[in-house]
Every structure is written in structure tokens, then in C-alpha cells.
């Protein structure tokens, strides 16, 4: 898309550019997500939900209609600056369950991740340019000839219609009461509880809360590892061998992409619940963390191999990384969900998608210049070879 753009001089740049896209949705994320948390915790999760997935249908369209690379960056942000749709998924997952079925709740977020891995590459890579790829069903002059970008976005945006009409029928999971309930508990003892839970639930206290505060510091660090990660990966694999990387189609990418989500998705649904009640979160973050660091460094001696072993090897190495990363974060947001109450878990989880989403706008914005700075020098004296040569120092930097 960048490229057809025509905005980067160099095909070197390209990655450059592409990585302000993808940060754009982040830095809009970021300037909301509190104010949807607060929202979802005075309103219910319900109203901010399908606010969220009507965002989606509008401005993800509105992307595919992208005609230069400013709309394009307009689109993304006012995506993720309407949309406060994460947080208050993640307090639903957990108050749809008992405690000790919390782990199956926010896994199903996790593994609707999964699902987005599996339809969403698969669509990007098989409906993008539909009149090159197609030219019998797709002419040039078309409309989708015209936006050779538009029919994936829409096809997710038809797709997110259908959720936000079904969402209606959501039940809500934060009750109200009503003014007459709250007037019987009228003794002393009732008001010092509610002026303690008034002063317990405001939003410095959550600042306060260390339990809450350091999960959250750790799951923004993993946010931005694992958005670099998929911003190098992809424009590392479509680059040509020339610049070091492997010279994919954009189908094949989404068939690597599409695989490891559903080995996400198969993990996510049985084993991560067995494996979060054996180890419990804190320690699989642990072992998820460690494991990554060899596995990320193994990339660049992965860029070497050819044929056959080169596919086999790199989508074995796609699914394991996307299973670590998931643990790490589905472990994360189990944490910040216990260490609060019902009532602040829409602020806590807004703090929380807030450093998420300045994480992961820097994270595709610090890839990409990376990959392009990679790129320039391959024969260089100094971190010399291809895109992972170079950036999985930052990769295990970051699990360090």
C-alpha cells in the first residue's frame, strides 16, 4: 500500500513509512483509552462495545478508500481514538466467570486474536489488488480496481456490522442500583463504606496500586515487542532477497500469518487454560519470556535456510512465537483484572490498553525505521546482514 502511494523514494523507505501507519491506530488508542475505561465503568461495558465495533465499520472502510498516505493516517487514528473496545472486553471476559474460570475468559479474548490472525492475513494477502490478481472477475476501472485496497477493509467491516448488530442482544455484566436501594443503607457503618469505596475508586488510586501498576508496566513492554515483531516480520519477508529479506508474496505472508494463528487459536482453547492452572500466570509469563529469547534469535540463521525447510522452519518458529507471546499477555491482563475490583476494572483495563497503545505506537514506528536503517546496511562494519541480523538485539532486549 505504501508503495503504491508512491511516498517513499527508495524501496528502502518503504518499511520507514509503513510503520507511522501502523502506529497511528496506537497514538489514537492511546489519547482514549482511559475515557472509555471510565465510560465502561459508569455507563456498563455494553454501550462502549458496540460504540467500538460501529468505529470499526465506519473508519476501516473509510481506510480502504485511502487515496494517498496522509488519508490513510487520518483513517487509522480516528480507528483507534473511537475505539475503546479492548478494555472493557477484557473486564466482561472475566466478570462472565467464576474466578477459577477467569483464565477461560480472557483466553477466548486471546483466541479471538487467534481467529483475527487466521481470517485477517488470509484476507489482506488473497483480496488485496484484486484486479492484478483477479483480472477476469476485476477490472482495472472498477471500484475495487480503483482502491486496489478496499475489498479486504470491507470485507472486515461487513464482518463487524454483523457484530455490532448482534451485540445488541449482549447482555450487560455491570449492574446498577437503583436511588431507593441505595437510601435503605442508611446506618453509620454504610456510609463509612461507601466514603471508603468512593475514595478507593478513584482513578489516583489506581495509579497507586502496585499489583495493578507493575502488571501493567510488563504488559506494555511485551506490546512492544510483539507489535515490532509484527511490523519487522512482515515487511522482512516481502522484502527482496537483494535488501536480505525473502522475497514473499503478500500470500504467501498471510498463509505463514494465517497458519500461526491457528495454532494460536488451537493452544489458546485447550492448553493455555491447563498450563495457566498448573504454573498460574506469573510464572508461564516467566517461562513465555525466557523461551523467546533463543527462539527470536534464531531468525536470522532461519533467513538462510532455502525451499522447503525455509516455509516448514519459519512457520514452526511463527506458531511458537505467537503462543509465547499470547501467554505472556493473556497472563498480564489476568493480572491486572484480579488486582482491582469490579468497578474499577474499566479504568484499570483503560490504563492498561493507554501504556499498551503508546507501546505498540512506538513499536511499528521503531520497527520500521529500524528494518529501513537494516536494509541500508547489509555490508556495513558494524551490525551488518538482513532485517533480524540487526533487530533481534531489540527483540531480546526487550524480553530482558
Known amino acids: 500500500m505504501i508503495r503504491d502511494f508512491n511516498i517513499a523514494e527508495t524501496e528502502e523507505d518503504i518499511s520507514y513509512y509503513a510503520g507511522f501507519v501502523g502506529a497511528a491506530y496506537m497514538v489514537g488508542r492511546a489519547l482514549t483509552s482511559v475515557f472509555w475505561g471510565l465510560c465502561a465503568d459508569r455507563y ?3 454501550p462502549v462495545i458496540l460504540i467500538g465495533t460501529s ?3 465506519i473508519f476501516n472502510t473509510l481506510f480502504g478508500f485511502s487515496v494517498n498516505y496522509w488519508m490513510a493516517i487520518v483513517t487509522r487514528f480516528l480507528l483507534g481514538f473511537l475505539n475503546g473496545l479492548l478494555g472493557p472486553i477484557k473486564a466482561y471476559a472475566c466478570e462472565l466467570f467464576r474466578e477459577e474460570h477467569q483464565a477461560i475468559g480472557l483466553s477466548s479474548v486471546s483466541s479471538s486474536w487467534g481467529i483475527g490472525l487466521v481470517i485477517g492475513p488470509a484476507l489482506g494477502g488473497f483480496l488485496a489488488q484484486p484486479a492484478e490478481k483477479f483480472p477476469s472477475l476485476v477490472s482495472s476501472d472498477s471500484l475495487f480496481g480503483r482502491f486496489p485496497y478496499l475489498l479486504p477493509c470491507l470485507c472486515i467491516s461487513i464482518f463487524a456490522l454483523v457484530v455490532t448488530i448482534g451485540a445488541i442482544w449482549l447482555p450487560e455484566t455491570l449492574h446498577f442500583h437503583k436511588n431507593n436501594e441505595l437510601e435503605a443503607a442508611s446506618n453509620v457503618h454504610d456510609a463509612e463504606e461507601k466514603t471508603n469505596e468512593k475514595k478507593d475508586s478513584t482513578f489516583l488510586s489506581l495509579l497507586k496500586n502496585w499489583p495493578l501498576m507493575s502488571s501493567v508496566i510488563v504488559y506494555g513492554i511485551f506490546s512492544f515487542h510483539d507489535m515490532a515483531y509484527s511490523e519487522i516480520f512482515s515487511l522482512w519477508a516481502i522484502s527482496p532477497k537483494s535488501l536480505g529479506g525473502l522475497g514473499y508474496t503478500t500470500v504467501d505472508v498471510g498463509t505463514i500469518l494465517s497458519i500461526s494463528g491457528a495454532g494460536l487459536l488451537l493452544f489458546q482453547t485447550t492448553l493455555y487454560p491447563v498450563v ?9 509469563i516467566r517461562i513465555s519470556g525466557i523461551l523467546s529469547i533463543p527462539l527470536l534469535t534464531s531468525y536470522s540463521y532461519i533467513a538462510m535456510l532455502s525451499g522447503f525447510m525455509l516455509s516448514f522452519t519459519l512457520n514452526c518458529a511463527s ?3 505467537n503462543v509465547l507471546s499470547l501467554s505472556m499477555i ?11 475490583e469490579q468497578h474499577q476494572r474499566g479504568a484499570a483495563n483503560g ?12 513499536g511499528p514506528a521503531c520497527g520500521g525505521a529500524l528494518l529501513s536503517w537494516s536494509q541500508k546496511r547489509l555490508n ?5 546482514g538482513t532485517c533480524f541480523h540487526s533487530t533481534h538485539i531489540v527483540y531480546t532486549v526487550a524480553e530482558l
Open 44 to 46: 456498563g461495558r455494553k
Open 55 to 57: 468505529t470499526v465499520v
Open 276 to 284: 495457566e492452572r498448573i504454573f498460574g500466570p506469573i510464572v508461564t
Open 319 to 321: 506458531v511458537v512465537k
Open 330 to 340: 493473556t497472563g498480564t491482563c489476568m493480572l491486572q483484572n484480579k488486582a482491582v
Open 351 to 362: 490504563i492498561a490498553m493507554t501504556w499498551m497503545s503508546i507501546c505498540k505506537a512506538i
Open 380 to 384: 556495513a562494519a558494524f551490525l551488518p
